[in-house]
C-alpha cells in the first residue's frame, strides 16, 4: 500500500524552530519530486516547498524562503522540513504529498501533522 | 505566485450538477494541461479527483469530471450525492512554484 506518514509537529514559541518528517513506503521513492502543503486552521491549501527526486532542485514559497528547507534522505525513504523562525501565521496543518512526475499533480498525500506556534 | 481564483461556494440538490471555476492566468492555468482537482472532507487529507484538465484516477466516479478553457479550468460533478459534499481545491503546475485555488465549499442540499 501506498502511505505517507507525517511527524515532528507540536506547539513551539514564536522564533523556534522544528523539523517535520514524512516517511514514504509501497513505492520507489526516490523517483518521485516530493512537495510540502499546509493548511492553516479554517483555511485552504497553500503550497509551501517542493525537491526532485535526487534532492538536487529545491524552490519555496515566498512566505517560507530562508527559514524553511526542505531535504530528503533517499536511503531512509524519508522526506524533511526543516523550520526555522517560526511565526504564528506558520500554525497550520503540514501535508506532505508525493508528485507524478514533476508536473505538481499530487496522486498521494499523507494524514498531516499539527504545527501550532504560540507563547 | 497568486493563488488561483475558485468560488467560496457551490451548492446543488441531490441528483443535479454543479460545476466549480478555476480561473488563473497565462503563467498558470492557461499554459499548462497540468490542472488538477482535489477533495477534502473535514478533518481529512486531499484526495485527487481529477488530472492533466480532464482525467480521473483509478476508483473516482464517471460523476466527476473536468475541463479547461483559456485561463479557466472547470470541475463538474453530476448527479450529486450526499458524499460529494466537501470542500474542492484546484491546482495548476505554475514553473517553479506550485498555486492553489482557494478552495470551494460544495453543499449537497
Known amino acids: 500500500e501506498v502511505q505517507l506518514v507525517e511527524s515532528g509537529g507540536g506547539l513551539v514559541q514564536p522564533g523556534g524552530s522544528l523539523r517535520l518528517s514524512c516517511a514514504a513506503s509501497?513505492?520507489?521513492?526516490?523517483?518521485?519530486?516530493m512537495h510540502w502543503v499546509r493548511q492553516a486552521p479554517g483555511k485552504g491549501l497553500v503550497w509551501v516547498s517542493r525537491l526532485n527526486s535526487d534532492g538536487s532542485d529545491t524552490s519555496y514559497a515566498d512566505s517560507v524562503e530562508g527559514r524553511f528547507t526542505i531535504s530528503r534522505d533517499n536511503a531512509k525513504n524519508t522526506l524533511y522540513l526543516q523550520m526555522n523562525s517560526l511565526r504564528a501565521e506558520d500554525t497550520a496543518v503540514y501535508y506532505c504529498?508525493?508528485?507524478?512526475?514533476?508536473?505538481?499533480?499530487?496522486?498521494?498525500w499523507g494524514q498531516g501533522t499539527l504545527v501550532t506556534v504560540s507563547s | 505566485q497568486s493563488a488561483l481564483t475558485q468560488p467560496p461556494s457551490a451548492s446543488g440538490s441531490p441528483g443535479q450538477s454543479v460545476t466549480i471555476s478555476c480561473t488563473g492566468t497565462s503563467s498558470d492555468v492557461g499554459g499548462y494541461n497540468y490542472v488538477s482537482w482535489y477533495q477534502q472532507h473535514p478533518g481529512k487529507a486531499p484526495k485527487l479527483v481529477i488530472y492533466e484538465v480532464s482525467k480521473r484516477p483509478p476508483g473516482v466516479p464517471d460523476r466527476f469530471s473536468g475541463s479547461k478553457s483559456g485561463n479557466t479550468a472547470s470541475l463538474t460533478v453530476s448527479g450529486l450525492q450526499a458524499e460529494d459534499e466537501a470542500d474542492y481545491y484546484c491546482?495548476?503546475?505554475?514553473?517553479?512554484?506550485?498555486?492553489f485555488g482557494g478552495g470551494t465549499k460544495l453543499t449537497v442540499l
Open positions: 504529498a508525493r508528485d507524478r512526475y514533476g508536473d505538481s499533480i499530487f496522486d498521494c
Open positions: 509501497g513505492f520507489t521513492f526516490n523517483i518521485y519530486w
Open positions: 491546482n495548476s503546475y505554475a514553473g517553479r512554484r506550485g498555486v
